[in-house]
């Protein structure tokens, strides 16, 4: 394979992606991070379209939720534009779409809501248990040493974020039982800033990178595959408690069904208290390398 460049462990990517620039009326540009393949890292758009619509929010409410789709691939590296519509500002919600742009063409659509924090009843999910430390595991630098290649220095340390997965990694192969489910602690590599926006934002840019990983895993088929394709189809997120994404985070996730290509897998972020964070649910293209789809040559 062709050298890669040097990606030290840190979480600078993260932090400019969501660098806006605002172009005025409700516009603002950002650029995708480097990846070693043409497609940008959908958790951009997703970060980024999220941070457009908080630019457009008062700051006595706070994002709940976030559904967004993937209409067309968008080029890595490239200029997003983010156009926001504030659809309703009322006493306790606030509601903004928001369209991305790339060369003219619309490549991700979001519908975001803000909510002003009430008192209630605080009930959740339990975090899985017997699961071992983050320190305890294997890095991802850790995971591929030894593996030259632009996609194993970036898998190493050009995410922004530590990952270390229960079991294992699905990076090369797939050690263990073929099952539908698994679990990544993930922390961003550098102290991020104490604005709870940007740590919510945090969760929603690295959410991406592994939520379709239980479908591979539940298939013995790594991401080194040659023939596998992979795509973000639509994404919603849910935020419940707030954390610090520079402190350890369980990431739990669960396959729902895979069939005619596509995959849904559900997600749950935890703090190291137990705590739910944010619940995140996607649907993916997996087409498997001995898969051919029906009436597709691509």
Sequence with gaps: MSSSPSLPPTSAPFLAAVDLTDA???????????VPWPKAYGGDMVAQALAAAIRTTDSDRRVNSFHGHFLRPVDVSSEVSYAVDRVRDGRGYSTRTVTGQQNGKSAFIATVTFQVPEDGPDLQIDMPTSLPAPDSLPSSAEAVAGV???????????????????PSPVYFDVDGAAVPHQAVWVKAFDALPDDLDVHRTALAYVC????????????????????LATASLDHAMWFHRDGRADEWVLYAQQLQSLQSSRALVHGSFFSTDGRLLASVAQEGMIRLPSSTPSGASS
């Design 24 to 34: 005025g009326g409700d516009v603002f540009t950002a650029r995708t991070q480097y």
């Design 148 to 166: 030259e290649g632009p996609a194993a220095a970036y898998w190493a340390s050009g995410r922004s974020f530590d990952m270390r997965h229960v």
């Design 208 to 227: 991406d990178y592994t939520i379709l990983e239980s479908a591979l895993r539940a298939t013995s088929t790594p991401w080194a595959s040659a023939g």
